[in-house]
């Protein structure tokens, strides 16, 4: 049985979404990839085509660089949610210049709202040097601070490195 929330933290390539993928399979609910990313580029497109094909059968992507709320707020008791990645959310707000606290607050709200259980995706960014540019560090910030809000929700928070998960709150399944 899953928590309400769950929320898997992890460097780039760091395995954590691989790890929440495993963990919704296992749930054997109805399960939805609620996706963020955006794809730019030749590079990004390959990244998102080996996501799918890891993933393999048996899910519902909805595509959602911007407006997650519907889909979560749809979502139904017997489905499971997996949101790969905030990350990447926070990244398509803060290009767009959107006003972050109300696209956090709805976000927030979502989740709230959202009757089925939650995986959400996120990078841990706040392990490295300090940004050169003055975008860089506010994104390192807004993450920091948008994955502390998500944790104190979350009832399993875990961190994965080299594929290998560490409970930080809660107890893994």
């Given at each position: 049985?899953?928590?309400?929330?769950?929320?898997?933290?992890?460097g780039a390539g760091s395995g954590k979404s691989q790890w929440a993928e495993t963990l919704v399979k296992?749930?054997?609910?109805?399960?939805?990839y609620l996706a963020t990313a955006r794809v730019w580029d030749d590079e990004m497109r390959d990244k998102?085509?080996?996501?799918?094909?890891?993933?393999?059968d048996g899910w519902t992507t909805i595509e959602a660089p911007m407006h997650i709320g519907p889909a979560l707020t749809q979502a139904r008791?017997?489905?499971?949610?997996?949101?790969d990645c905030a990350t990447m959310w926070l990244s398509n707000h803060l290009l767009d210049g959107s006003d972050m606290a109300l696209a956090e607050a709805e976000f927030l709200a979502a989740l709230d709202d959202c009757r089925a259980p939650v995986v959400i995706v996120s990078?841990?960014?706040?392990?490295?040097?300090?940004?050169?540019?003055?975008?860089?560090?506010?994104?390192?910030?807004?993450?920091?601070?948008?994955?502390?809000?998500?944790?104190?929700r979350a009832g399993l928070v875990v961190a994965v490195m080299a594929g290998l998960p560490l409970a930080l709150k809660g107890t893994l399944p």
């Open positions: 049985m899953l928590d309400k929330l769950t929320l898997v933290l992890g296992n749930a054997g609910a109805d399960r939805i998102v085509d080996r996501h799918r094909v890891q993933r393999g008791p017997e489905q499971v949610v997996l949101l990078n841990e960014v706040g392990m490295s040097v300090v940004p050169e540019n003055a975008l860089a560090r506010r994104f390192r910030d807004a993450q920091g601070a948008l994955n502390q809000r998500l944790a104190a």
